[in-house]
């Protein structure tokens, strides 16, 4: 069966500091795989997405993640977090025709 | 605006009185869903919809239930909720052409039962 797993339910981190969030996912076909943002007191959002082609897909707020076929992993990653980027981050992947499959989620808060 | 509506944004309830949350999406999407979120489990499928009348379960139906008698709405109906109940619930849409594959979401209810 199709999963994901977030390793890190909580990554607390300072501001302007890297920020690596790792998702592993199990799949025996081709996968198509998501991170998702939640603000607080928001819905989620779509950051980025990996469907083809390159592996390093990113998005317009500095996030980038990759798609690794031999480590089965999608990780998320930011070279220096803001306050704003304080969030619940999930990880997902596309299950069937439309269904999408959830991790845990990762708390990332970040301070001053 | 193309968005996802929920109404209402949080809910307090008693066990068994029944409840409705509306959904609602203006972009002409024919799937929708219905999420449920518990912190240490992320969200997991409650019910899905690939048409008008076309629903079927996802991964935590027990308990819910609901119709698509049009495009745009897609309400979750609680018959008589119970304190495992409470939760939050995110309504979702997207469109079943295009290779885009995003899900949009709605902003949320949060539901208390007492």
């Known amino acids: 069966a199709q999963s994901v797993t977030q390793l890190d339910s909580q990554v607390p981190v300072f501001e302007e500091a890297p920020v690596e969030l790792r998702c592993n996912y199990s799949s025996s076909v081709s996968v198509y795989l998501f991170w998702y943002v939640q603000y607080p007191n928001q819905g989620l959002q779509l950051l980025l997405k990996?469907?083809?082609?390159?592996?390093l897909v990113e998005s317009i707020n500095g996030f980038e993640a990759e798609f690794n076929k031999s480590q089965t992993s999608f990780h998320l990653r930011k070279p220096s977090v803001h306050i704003s980027d304080t969030a619940e981050y999930f990880c997902a992947i596309r299950l069937g025709d439309y269904k999408l499959s959830f991790g845990a989620g990762t708390t990332v808060t970040v301070r001053a | 605006e193309a968005q996802v509506t929920q109404n209402p944004r949080y809910l307090i309830t008693v066990t068994g009185k029944k409840l409705t949350v509306t959904c609602s999406q203006n972009?002409?999407?024919?799937?929708m869903s219905w999420y449920r979120q518990d912190p240490g489990l992320g969200l997991r499928q409650i019910y899905y919809?690939?048409?008008?009348?076309?629903?079927d379960k996802g991964d935590v139906p027990e308990g819910y239930k609901v119709s698509r008698k049009e495009k745009r709405n897609f309400p979750l109906i609680l018959e008589s909720p119970s304190p495992n109940q409470t939760s939050l619930y995110f309504c979702?849409?997207?469109?079943?052409?295009?290779?885009?594959?995003?899900?949009?979401f709605g902003p949320g209810t949060r539901l208390t039962v007492t």
């Open positions: 972009m002409n999407h024919e799937y």
């Open positions: 979702a849409s997207s469109p079943l052409a295009g290779v885009s594959y995003e899900q949009y």
């Open positions: 990996y469907l083809s082609g390159s592996t």
């Open positions: 919809s690939m048409n008008v009348e076309v629903t």
